[in-house]
């Protein structure tokens, strides 16, 4: 590998720096479906230890950002129709349990509320990238308010086969950028309401469109014969 292609880090931990660089080029297609990922591929890249890259690898399969195949080698999946609904349901289920609580005290998380803030300037920028990145950060404060360990836990395995989802197909860019910011305010307002049924039912709203714009864009895909 020479050094054109080297990919620097920051100087926060290694460990997370190389996962949160690794993970942003999956996410954003840089690091393509069915594209294999090895320990010698991101120590090269990277300039790390095999360890680190294999602690690296460890974690994004854990997430479902990269699954393993029967050569224990790790590839980069693409969900099909089936599993983006059963990845939603699930996440359904634990996200209409933290708006619930959240709305039976009237909490709205201040990291929500920025996360909200950062997702309407990603909007009026019409940054794509940036506005997965805000989304991603408002479901998960949601689910962290509650101050459950085991319910952020679930989340955040969900999380990461969404946020792949969200990055392959693109979804957002099928809908105006301010159609999932309005929906994101029906469910702070149902929360800062009190409103436990209603913050719930505009969850579940949100969830269902965003569900059907991704499996929309896979049919589009599949129709026109682009490779999985």
Known sequence: MDSQNSFPLGP?????????????????????????????????????????????????T??????????KTAVVPKLDEDEIRDL????ETVERAAVAALARTATVPPAAVRAQASM????????????????????SALVAAVGSRRLSRMHEVILGEVHL??????????????NVVHEHDDILKAISD??????QQCLAHHLDQAQERLVGQLRREQSEGTPA
Request: aromatic share 6%.
């Open 12 to 60: 926060s931990s290694l460990t997370e720096a190389l996962y949160e660089s690794v993970r942003k080029r999956i996410v954003n297609g840089e690091i393509a479906p069915g594209e294999k990922l090895t320990e010698v591929r991101i120590a090269s890249e990277y300039s790390v230890a095999r360890p680190t890259a294999k602690a690296c690898l460890e974690r994004l």
């Open 62 to 71: 854990a997430l479902g950002l990269l699954r393993r195949t029967t050569h």
């Open 88 to 91: 939603y349901f699930s996440r």
């Open 120 to 139: 309407k300037a990603a909007a009026g920028d019409m940054a794509f990238a940036n506005q997965v990145e805000a989304d991603i950060a408002f479901h």
């Open 165 to 178: 989802t969200m990055g392959q197909f693109q979804a957002h860019r099928t809908t105006h950028p301010t």
């Open 194 to 199: 009190g409103d436990p049924e209603r913050a």
